[in-house]
């Protein structure tokens, strides 16, 4: 999985391991529901009329990296695309499409977040300290 994160979405961007999401446990950390959920009901009317989920996709984007919205939207335009934050956004998605085809989903089908490597922090530690 490592090496195709690496040699993948992730090329270029200096190595991972697979201390960088797992640190140390068989499962990944995940992002505890309070953490994003008192964020998607401060910006809920921000996400009336917005595609399905875009409140809890916002949300879990904003606790898992620790940042407001203006690190990847420029402020008071939130369609512009032109942060580089926002355009990593786009490279960072294809990891919740390669990591599934690590596993047999009729065994285990993984559910992905930001979270499980970025722990909070907007540059995730990618080798083990």
């Not at 009329?49 to 919205?69: I, K, Q, T």
């Amino acid at each position: 999985m490592v090496s195709g994160l690496n040699d993948g979405p992730l090329q270029g961007l200096g190595p991972i391991s697979c201390w960088t999401c797992h640190r140390g446990h068989n499962v990944p950390r995940r992002l505890a529901r309070a953490d994003w959920e008192s964020i998607a009901t401060a910006h809920e009317a921000d996400f009336t009329g917005g595609r399905p989920n875009l409140g809890l996709a916002m949300a879990v984007y904003s606790a898992s990296l620790g940042v407001d919205c203006s690190h990847c939207h420029v402020d008071g335009d939130w369609k512009d695309a032109s942060k580089p934050a926002h355009q990593t956004v786009q490279r960072m998605g294809r990891i919740f499409e390669v990591i599934p085809t690590f596993f047999d989903k009729n065994v285990r089908a993984p559910v992905t977040q930001c979270f499980m490597c970025h722990q909070g922090r907007v540059r995730v530690e990618k080798l083990k300290p």
